[in-house]
């Protein structure tokens, strides 16, 4: 499994605000390696992470994921994509209020295809890899930021992703807990063999990498 971005280039907003997000990048992320995305504030990062996440079309290019070319996709087959094959861990955590936390990993799992009953085990697995498996019963609203970053996190690995994609993973929690979490998503990118990106401005993340992206080796053309 591979992902191979090739001369991406994307546009946003509209008149005085339109901006050149990225131009022309091109860029390979191997299975089982934990690549870091780095570079000052605007140079990209969410943006890569969208385009790879087949969340945005770019208005050029290429996103392969192995034969797949993402921004070929109709919205139809993208959505599938990014149900059955890709894992989002992002600030926020994205998690679906009113559900427990073994919920969120279950409904999931039934939007991906699976039959809930059947990934119960895997899920309560996970959630103890992630150490939450005290949690089970806890709605978002009565978790922390990074326990819902670790809920996050179990349920993108549940789906067995080939693509796990990760914002800024250590911005909301503690030193102790950012270096456990940045040590956990470096552990399951080995061991699930999964191509990880993670966007980034934490050097401990960097370190934690095999690999590093700098958004300005790619930068477009100051005109913006
Ligand atoms: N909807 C939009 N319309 C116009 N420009 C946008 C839009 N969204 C983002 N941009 C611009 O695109 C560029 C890339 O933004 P992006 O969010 O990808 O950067 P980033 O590296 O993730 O930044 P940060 O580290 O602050 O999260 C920035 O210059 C930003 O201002």
Known sequence: MTLHLKDITVTLGRGASRTTALEGLTASFRQGDLTALVGPSGSGKSTLLAVAG???RPDRGQALL?????AALTDRERAHARRTRIGY????GNLLTGLTTEEQLLAAASLAGHRPRTLRGQARELLAEVGLDHR???RPDQLSGGERQRVALARALLGRPELLLVDEPTAAVDRTR??????LIARTTHEHGCVTLVATHDPVVVEAADTTLDML????????
């Open 178 to 183: 950012a270096d456990d979490l940045i040590r």
């Open 66 to 70: 192995n034969d797949t070319d993402l």
């Open 217 to 224: 080796d790619h930068a477009p053309a100051a005109t913006g």
């Open 136 to 138: 089970l019963r806890h």
């Open 89 to 92: 861990v992002f600030q926020s």
């Open 54 to 56: 087949a969340l945005l």
